[in-house]
């Protein structure tokens, strides 16, 4: 009982501890000089509209351009630029209207900020993290970064996001130039594969997902193959979807990611005891496609112009971290289930209806936000 007790507890905790996170991904590119840094922004609409209905955008809804200008005073709040851990006052030097005025284009802000031969530049941004999306499911606005210096290049590729900032540090001072070559391709695999461990445990939607597939399956290499699949059909859209060859509204996947997690978890409300493997292997698979294009319609957009090389070392390091955050979350399921198993082999079923019951509700609550 004490087992069943502690499974049931574990399953509240990832419902409500855990937060789930839609995406509206931009990017960044910045131009530094002897004298000034200047951040060209290439932001979503998608983002403008939510800090201005939702957050502290500061303008009329109903006015377009209004929002184009109050979000520019936004960036300068959550978008930080510090220049030997000084923070540097910024301004907004430009706005170009996007030429898609929907929520799938794109806006540009150039911010400049004085900086005088520093030896090191820190960027750092909270954008959006203030926003809730639906219950315990914040926004998440990751920005895909450029360094140049004069006109050259040095830094190809780097992930920006609330919890990652962008380090460049120079030789002596910007004059001289910088002390690192261009960044290579293992940097930005590597920051990509954090980024993919962090959008799996740190949001509730594929965690909940994937618990609900697993939480009837004995046995480590069932749960390993289950979880592999759902990851390769998550990689799949989101090559498709940064290819440019699949495209599908937030306003439609988000709800399809919700309705997932409800159907994943009704699976173990019937014959707990004898889960069947093929058809979580279907539902893992099919709805892994949609999970996918959760993170792919922003990731393409934003890396536009990014070589092709970049793009592929971008998918690998994030579709791996994807699959490490997989085994986080239900490797100690998998050990709880197996404590119930061992001591109260009778309870299973209950264990498991439990489970399910707790994680289709989570799954509706989340549903019913996106839908509002």
């Given at each position: 009982?004490?087992?069943?007790?502690?499974?049931?507890?574990?399953?509240?905790?990832?419902?409500?501890?855990?937060?789930?996170?839609?995406?509206?991904?931009?990017?960044?590119?910045?131009?530094?000089?002897?004298?000034?840094?200047?951040?060209?922004?290439?932001?979503?609409?998608?983002?403008?509209?939510?800090?201005?209905?939702?957050?502290?955008?500061?303008?009329?809804?109903?006015?377009?351009?209004?929002?184009?200008?109050?979000?520019?005073?936004?960036?300068?709040?959550?978008?930080?630029?510090?220049?030997?851990?000084?923070?540097?006052?910024?301004?907004?030097?430009?706005?170009?209207?996007?030429?898609?005025?929907?929520?799938?284009?794109?806006?540009?802000?150039?911010?400049?900020?004085?900086?005088?031969?520093?030896?090191?530049?820190?960027?750092?941004?909270?954008?959006?993290?203030?926003?809730?999306?639906?219950?315990?499911?914040?926004?998440?606005?990751?920005?895909?970064?450029?360094?140049?210096?004069?006109?050259?290049?040095?830094?190809?590729?780097?992930?920006?996001?609330?919890?990652?900032?962008?380090?460049?540090?120079?030789?002596?001072?910007?004059?001289?130039?910088?002390?690192?070559?261009?960044?290579?391709?293992?940097?930005?695999?590597?920051?990509?594969?954090?980024?993919?461990?962090?959008?799996?445990?740190?949001?509730?939607?594929?965690?909940?997902?994937?618990?609900?597939?697993?939480?009837?399956?004995?046995?480590?290499?069932?749960?390993?193959?289950?979880?592999?699949?759902?990851?390769?059909?998550?990689?799949?859209?989101?090559?498709?979807?940064?290819?440019?060859?699949?495209?599908?509204?937030?306003?439609?996947?988000?709800?399809?990611?919700?309705?997932?997690?409800?159907?994943?978890?009704?699976?173990?409300?019937?014959?707990?005891?004898?889960?069947?493997?093929?058809?979580?292997?279907?539902?893992?698979?099919?709805?892994?496609?949609?999970?996918?294009?959760?993170?792919?319609?922003?990731?393409?957009?934003?890396?536009?112009?990014?070589?092709?090389?970049?793009?592929?070392?971008?998918?690998?390091?994030?579709?791996?971290?994807v699959e490490i955050g997989h085994q986080l979350v239900v490797l100690p399921l998998l050990g709880a289930m197996a404590l119930v198993r061992h001591w109260v082999p009778a309870r299973i079923p209950i264990a498991v209806r439990t489970g399910g019951v707790a994680i289709c509700a989570a799954g509706a609550w989340l549903l019913a936000g996106t839908l509002r």
């Amino acid at each position: 009982m004490k087992s069943l007790c502690f499974c049931f507890c574990f399953f509240i905790f990832i419902c409500f501890a855990a937060h789930a996170h839609p995406v509206a991904q931009g990017s960044l590119d910045l131009h530094l000089t002897a004298d000034a840094a200047a951040a060209t922004l290439r932001i979503s609409n998608e983002q403008v509209f939510v800090a201005a209905t939702l957050g502290e955008g500061g303008a009329d809804a109903q006015d377009f351009d209004a929002m184009l200008t109050a979000h520019g005073a936004y960036l300068l709040r959550h978008f930080t630029l510090l220049a030997d851990g000084t923070a540097a006052p910024g301004e907004v030097r430009e706005v170009r209207p996007p030429v898609d005025r929907s929520v799938n284009g794109f806006t540009t802000y150039v911010l400049r900020f004085p900086v005088k031969s520093p030896a090191q530049i820190e960027v750092r941004q909270d954008l959006l993290t203030e926003i809730l999306f639906a219950p315990g499911n914040p926004w998440e606005a990751p920005l895909i970064a450029r360094v140049w210096h004069d006109e050259r290049p040095v830094v190809e590729g780097a992930l920006l996001t609330a919890k990652q900032p962008l380090l460049v540090p120079l030789a002596q001072g910007i004059a001289a130039g910088f002390a690192q070559p261009p960044a290579d391709h293992w940097r930005l695999a590597w920051d990509f594969f954090r980024h993919g461990i962090e959008h799996i445990t740190g949001g509730w939607d594929h965690a909940l997902f994937v618990a609900a597939l697993v939480l009837a399956l004995p046995g480590f290499w069932r749960v390993l193959a289950l979880v592999s699949v759902f990851t390769f059909a998550h990689t799949i859209t989101i090559t498709l979807g940064v290819l440019g060859l699949v495209h599908v509204r937030p306003s439609v996947v988000e709800p399809l990611i919700a309705a997932s997690i409800v159907v994943a978890a009704a699976l173990n409300l019937f014959k707990p005891g004898q889960p069947l493997l093929t058809a979580r292997l279907g539902v893992a698979f099919g709805f892994g496609l949609f999970h996918g294009l959760g993170f792919a319609g922003g990731l393409s957009a934003a890396m536009e112009g990014f070589p092709a090389t970049t793009l592929a070392t971008a998918i690998a390091g994030f579709s791996v971290g994807v699959e490490i955050g997989h085994q986080l979350v239900v490797l100690p399921l998998l050990g709880a289930m197996a404590l119930v198993r061992h001591w109260v082999p009778a309870r299973i079923p209950i264990a498991v209806r439990t489970g399910g019951v707790a994680i289709c509700a989570a799954g509706a609550w989340l549903l019913a936000g996106t839908l509002r």
